[in-house]
C-alpha cells in the first residue's frame, strides 16, 4: 500500500513538472487531494525555476 501510494504522489510531482516545463498554469493543476496537489504543484515550481535558469 506504501508503494502504491508513494508512486502515486510521484507521479503527480512528474505531471506537475511536465506541466510547468511547457509553461502552463498551476491553476491546471487536476488534483483535489492534498497530498497529491502538494506534489503536483512542488513539481511545477521546480520546472519554473529551471525554465528561469536556462532562460
Known amino acids: 500500500m ?3 501510494k508513494r ?3 510521484e507521479r503527480a ?3 506537475g513538472y511536465q506541466a510547468g516545463i ?3 498554469s498551476k491553476e ?3 488534483h483535489q487531494a492534498v497530498d497529491a496537489r ?3 504543484l512542488g513539481g511545477w515550481r521546480q520546472a519554473m525555476e ?3 535558469v536556462t532562460a
Open 38 to 40: 502538494a506534489h503536483w
Open 28 to 30: 491546471v493543476c487536476p
Open 2 to 4: 506504501k508503494r502504491q
Open 50 to 52: 529551471d525554465r528561469a
Open 13 to 15: 510531482q512528474s505531471r
Open 22 to 24: 511547457v509553461g502552463r
Open 7 to 9: 508512486d502515486r504522489l
